[in-house]
């Protein structure tokens, strides 16, 4: 399993983006965001436990009130009527996340490809895997733009909204705008890390893990064998596919 980082979401119009091109092998790598300074709060103040703070939306009710905002015409009925009741009710059902993602492979079926494949994490996050193309389609730009295009219409329709809320109620409560604070949030709380596990340690631990060059898995803070440890940063903006 090999994993690649995705850019942190601190926009309303970049909410769709969090799961979506990593979807087909064409798409390019993410770059990891680079360290910052002193974080603060989201009242000003110096954070004490070393998280900026800094959040998506005062609560799951006002940050699903702002993907709906945002949506330029792009989502289903479907997926508009989910996030029209996580407005109100502040939570996305197992069942309405579930059927989101039956939805969007449907639509890639549509499309004329095979299903996508779908990979499970221990707090019930999708990703969808990887397509995998012959050497022909590879080679042939136009088929990989249309492909990319296709797939990336399937997302933003039926998951993208749903999947950010719900990815953030099960990994990060807090809301944080960072997907590096919403993980080390997660790992913290889940006993996964020490407490003392820090932004900083998480952001060298995923660059000794881009940069490893003996093809063995590097000493970090990190128990990659452990589900839990993946899943809370795979509900935090990492994307893990199969080779």
């Excluded at 690649?4 to 990593?22: D, E, F, V």
């Excluded at 360290?35 to 009710?61: H, I, P, R, Y």
């Excluded at 940069?211 to 993946?230: A, F, I, Q, R, Y």
Aim: net charge negative; with cysteine.
């Amino acid at each position: 399993m090999r994993s690649s980082k995705q850019n942190p979401i601190n926009s309303r119009n970049s909410n769709r983006s969090l799961t979506r091109r990593a979807t087909v092998m064409v798409c390019a790598a993410m770059l990891s965001v680079g360290l910052c300074g002193c974080t603060t709060s989201s009242d000003g103040t110096d954070s004490d436990d070393g998280l900026g703070g800094a959040k998506l939306a005062s609560s799951l009710q006002a940050y699903a009130t702002q993907l709906l905002e945002a949506d330029n015409g792009s989502m289903d009925t479907e997926q508009r009527d989910i996030l029209q009741r996580v407005a109100e009710t502040g939570e996305v059902s197992v069942s309405d996340y579930e059927a989101a993602w039956q939805r969007y492979q449907t639509c890639v079926v549509d499309k004329g490809y095979n299903r996508p494949q779908l990979l499970t994490y221990s707090n019930g996050i999708h990703q969808a895997n990887s397509e995998t193309m012959t050497a022909e389609q590879a080679a042939d730009l136009t088929y990989a733009e249309k492909m990319a295009k296709d797939y990336d219409a399937c997302m933003i329709a039926h998951v993208d909204g749903i999947n950010a809320l719900y990815m953030a109620q099960v990994a990060n409560p807090n809301l944080y705008a960072n997907h590096d604070e919403g993980a080390v949030d997660c790992l913290r709380r889940g006993g996964l890390v020490p407490k003392s596990y820090t932004l900083e340690d998480y952001r060298e631990d995923q660059d000794k893990m881009a940069h490893k060059s003996d093809g063995k898995d590097p000493e970090t803070g990190l128990d990659m064998d452990n589900p839990d440890v993946l899943a809370c940063m795979a509900a935090n903006g990492y994307m893990f596919t199969h080779p």
